[in-house]
């Protein structure tokens, strides 16, 4: 949560770090700003709400280096004040992370006479490193940087440096070297097309950045080596490709992501994990959100594929209350990002526990691949949209090859076949703009479906609501009776998805029971006789291509993202960054 950038080279520092707040600005949005150094003084410009709320006040900028900052608020509200950089004496300072003993520092340095600005964690960095600073800059921050507990990645300026220092502890940093100049950025999307090279900071390193190049130090401040890997992208990677999302672009992007992760999945030698997975006494998942809900599908897949038990956990659950593992228990986190601090806390927990450790992720170098016994690579691409869709769709892909320990071929065929499938899907953009429409109109929406449809209704619930902000709900269809059916009235829509043949009979009484108390409803069925059953009588009908139901999930999944994107477009809002949220929850 939150982007951080910092850029010290031979470029005015204000528009190099303008762009990579622009791009890092998925990461929060409720307020962005910018310091530079200049002749030996610090400008700065900060406001609440987005990136290009800074545009008018860019000339104020001077110099070649400067950090910047878009926020997501944890602690205090997202308004002028609040927005980093934070300022003291010397210093300027961005911070990603929370900073858990912030009170009692505050209440140390008021003591000493600091005074205080803001309502943030953040702003104490700035007073600690005005405290402990003797000349040193490195060693100021360093001493800072002990007194902290919780998580951080920070830039910092000083007036008597001509550069800007880094250093973290649980949160991204990564740096980079580029033709013009030297960056940091919290995520290498804010690198790509401007550095060739980079390095992803070690917890406790200190980097130097000057416009001459960068130092690292060890925790002891003495000076190491590390590594510096080419920054390679593809162009279409940055962008909304022609699209006027990214939701959009990123949804249309669902099939190659399929194909290009089995492609991975046999290449970087996965198929050996599936020996694991059968030894295994049972396989626990963790996940939040859509990765959590992909879990869900896992459960199914696996379950399937293998005899020991299989469970999906809420990570923010699961680490308070770990489901109890041995030494021949497989945990398989998910995560698109990598980063997720509940994610990641409950796979340390199960893997300290004796589990051995999978990481499903989308993001290569990210936290939870540093201490994964084994990543299974999801080949989405960069997800700059906040909603989680292609990578979805990944991490489906990734357990269908798991759960594939005989055939793999097979599997990686038939994935194949479903990728061309789902280019159909996406093309039938009409129907779901149809019904988007209705979604809008609706004071409610509920997803409906039994077996594996249960955890799409689920996904597409989360996804509507996110982008759409309508109120909606996933559950199993047999549930209605059991309650929810108190709802039904002719303001709410309920969406079925039909795509089991072995249960579709059941899913049609559902559809019966919401009609008759002039519910209205909209089906969504790969299966062509239900399609000639129910289309002439309910509000709206989707024909899918036919697909055997254990892998139809990508085609609903598909269809029901596509009908949040349209109906988050009716309502007015920005699918890309909706209120409150931001990608990638790096805070508990
Ligand atoms: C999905 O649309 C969400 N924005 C969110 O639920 C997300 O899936 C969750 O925060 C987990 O993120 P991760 O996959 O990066 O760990």
């Known amino acids: 949560m939150c982007g951080i950038v910092g850029y010290a080279g031979g470029k005015s520092a204000a528009g190099e770090l303008f762009e990579g707040l622009k791009k890092l600005e998925y990461r929060g949005y409720d307020s962005a700003g910018i310091s530079t150094l200049g002749g030996g003084s610090i400008f700065t410009i900060k406001k609440s709400g987005r990136v290009e709320g800074l545009a008018p006040r ?23 004040v609040n927005a980093h950089p934070h300022i003291y004496g010397s210093f300027s300072i961005v911070h990603n992370g929370i900073i858990e003993n912030y009170a009692e520092l505050k209440a140390e ?50 007036k008597q440096f001509q550069g800007f220092t880094v250093t973290r502890h649980g949160s991204p940093a990564i740096l980079g070297e580029g033709e013009d100049g030297f960056f940091v950025a919290s995520d290498m999307y804010a690198l790509m097309g401007r550095a060739r090279s980079y390095c992803i900071l070690a917890d406790g390193d200190i980097a130097l950045v000057t416009p001459r190049g960068i130092s690292i130090y060890d925790g002891q401040l003495q000076p190491v080596a590390r590594n510096f890997s080419p920054l390679e992208w593809e162009e279409e990677e940055v962008g909304t490709g022609g699209c006027p999302h990214y939701m959009l672009k990123e949804i249309r992007q669902n099939a190659r992501t399929v194909r290009a992760t089995c492609r991975a999945f046999a290449s970087s030698g996965c198929g050996g994990q599936c020996s694991r997975l059968k030894e295994a006494d049972k396989i626990v998942l963790v996940g939040c959100g859509t990765a959590y809900n992909a879990a869900l599908a896992a459960v199914r897949l696996l379950g399937g594929a293998y005899e020991c038990p299989v469970s999906a956990h809420i990570a923010s659950e699961a680490r308070y209350d770990p489901p109890r593992v041995t030494q021949k228990s497989v945990c398989i986190a998910v995560s698109q990002s990598g980063e ?44 700059v949209c906040v909603a989680a869709t292609k990578s979805y769709i990944g991490q489906l892909a990734c357990f269908h090859m798991l759960a594939a320990p005989c055939a793999p071929r097979v599997r990686c065929g038939a994935l194949m076949k479903i990728a061309d499938d789902i280019e159909r899907v996406v093309s039938d953009g009409v129907y779901a703009a149809n019904i988007a429409s209705l ?14 449809d249960v955890d799409v209704a689920v996904e597409g619930s989360l996804k509507l609501k996110e982008v759409s902000y309508i109120f909606s709900d996933g559950y199993p269809a047999g549930e ?58 309910v509000s709206a009908a989707w024909l899918l291509p036919c697909a055997p139901s254990h892998l139809a999930h990508f085609l609903s999944a598909t269809a029901l993202q596509l009908i949040a994107y349209h109906a988050a477009v009716m309502a007015g809002r920005d699918p890309d960054k909706p209120r409150n949220l931001a990608k990638s929850v790096t805070v508990e």
């Open 58 to 80: 860019m000339g104020e900028l001077e110099g070649c280096v400067g950090i910047g900052h878009t926020r997501w608020a944890t602690h205090g509200e997202a308004n002028d």
């Open 109 to 158: 340095l008021s003591a000493e006479g600091h005074v205080f600005f803001s309502h943030t964690d953040s702003e104490v960095i700035a007073h600690l490193l005005d405290y402990y600073y003797k000349g040193n800059f490195a060693e100021a921050l360093s001493l800072a940087c002990s007194r902290l507990k919780g998580c951080w990645a920070i830039a910092a300026l000083c």
């Open 340 to 383: 997720t601090a509940d994610t990641i806390m409950a796979a340390k927990i199960l893997k300290d526990g004796g589990a051995y450790l999978i990481a499903v992720t989308n993001v290569g170098y990210s936290a939870i691949t540093r201490f994964a016994d084994k990543v299974v690579p999801v080949c989405a691409g960069a997800e």
């Open 439 to 452: 979604c809008v109109k609706s004071r409610a929406v509920f997803f409906l479906g039994r077996g594996a």
């Open 480 to 537: 209605l009776k059991h309650g929810t059916l108190a709802l039904i009235d002719e303001s709410v829509l309920s969406v079925v998805l039909i795509c089991d043949e072995s249960l579709c009979e059941k899913s049609k009484t559902a559809v019966e029971q919401i009609l008759s108390r002039k519910g209205k409803v909209a089906v969504i069925t790969t299966l062509p006789h239900i399609y000639a059953e129910l289309s002439a009588r």
